[in-house]
């Protein structure tokens, strides 16, 4: 069981190599193809006519993006020159929000960054996050903004209530944690009682024991958004995983959509890669 491909999403960010170290090793082990693309900020050219000189600042401009869109290509098929399945670099040229979301949704996988408020990209990174979470229909590893992360999906949190969210994130992430070892906190928000739909738990333990999984369930009490948030994490870290799964979960519509508070604990303090599908 393999994605059928792989898109990560690059920025002039600090993380992008560790972001790209990672989708490269996921589609060597998938065998599918990786897909490049470059999507940041891109300012209003009105905004340089506020300006003495408007005309050489937009042009400085132009070329400094340039410059750094070129080294981050060079960068992309410097690590995925030994990638067999083929390799495919994109531009998000113009209205890069709606860009990357459309390219997003041929993607088996998305591969982002966490949003790092002191990015180069500033908060357009944000913005791209939310949509590709909320908006791509597609799953979403996050990779967090500091550490290594040269594998993962070998020791795994998942994050169970029932729900569609978490059920969806479950049947995602089976390509990446096939044979793993894994522990499975069932934990509800104090504000979000479990639904008389809801999925048991155990229907979760059979999906991944059919995939080979080694799994052991942990139960949480429920809580508000933060603690629950802030449990996951700390039990991950008990547990040693290298990667948590959950849903990703939000209100609204279209560029209205916010994203919900576990969902935005879990993405402010993550340390390991983090797969959310919505």
């Known amino acids: 069981m393999s994605y059928s491909s792989i898109l990560v999403h690059l920025d002039r960010n600090r993380h992008t190599a560790s972001r790209l170290a990672l989708a490269s090793q996921l589609a060597s082990s998938h065998g599918c193809p990786l897909i490049g693309l470059i999507g940041g900020f891109i300012p209003d050219p009105?905004?340089?006519?506020?300006?003495?000189?408007?005309?050489?600042y937009i042009e400085a401009d132009r070329q400094r993006r340039q410059l750094a869109?070129?080294?981050?290509?060079?960068q992309f098929h410097e690590a995925t020159k030994h990638l067999s399945a083929g390799v495919e670099w994109r531009s998000a040229e113009h209205d890069v929000l709606s860009t990357v979301l459309r390219?997003?949704?041929?993607?088996?996988?998305?591969?982002?960054?966490?949003?790092?408020?002191?990015?180069?990209?500033?908060?357009?990174?944000?913005?791209?996050?939310?949509?590709?979470?909320?908006?791509?229909?597609?799953?979403?590893?996050?990779?967090?903004?500091?550490?290594?992360?040269?594998?993962?999906?070998?020791?795994v949190m998942v994050a169970w209530?029932?729900?569609?969210?978490?059920t969806r994130a479950l049947h995602d992430a089976l390509p990446m944690i096939g044979g793993a070892t894994a522990r499975v906190l069932c934990?509800?928000?104090?504000?979000?009682?479990?639904?008389?739909?809801?999925?048991?738990?155990a229907h979760a333990v059979r999906v991944l024991e059919r995939h080979g999984?080694?799994?052991?369930?942990?139960?949480?009490?429920?809580?508000?958004?933060?603690?629950?948030?802030?449990?996951?994490?700390?039990?991950?870290?008990d547990f040693d995983a290298d990667l948590i799964v959950m849903g990703a979960y939000g209100h609204g519509r279209m560029r209205e959509l916010v994203l919900g508070g576990v969902t935005r604990t879990l993405l402010s303090l993550m340390t390991v890669p983090v797969l959310f599908s919505h």
Not at 161 to 166: I, K, T
Not at 192 to 198: F, G, I, L, M, T
Not at 226 to 236: H, K, N, P, V, W
Request: charged share 20%; proline share 5%.
């Open 46 to 56: 009105a905004w340089f006519y506020l300006m003495d000189n408007a005309a050489l």
């Open 69 to 74: 869109k070129e080294s981050i290509r060079d």
């Open 103 to 155: 390219e997003s949704r041929e993607a088996g996988l998305v591969v982002a960054g966490q949003y790092d408020a002191n990015g180069e990209e500033g908060p357009v990174a944000g913005q791209i996050l939310e949509v590709l979470l909320l908006e791509s229909g597609r799953p979403v590893l996050v990779v967090p903004c500091d550490g290594g992360f040269p594998a993962t999906g070998s020791r």
């Open 161 to 166: 209530n029932g729900s569609r969210e978490a």
């Open 187 to 201: 934990a509800q928000t104090a504000a979000q009682e479990a639904r008389p739909d809801a999925t048991p738990v």
């Open 213 to 237: 999984v080694t799994v052991e369930v942990e139960h949480g009490s429920s809580g508000s958004d933060l603690t629950i948030g802030e449990l996951l994490l700390s039990r991950a870290a």
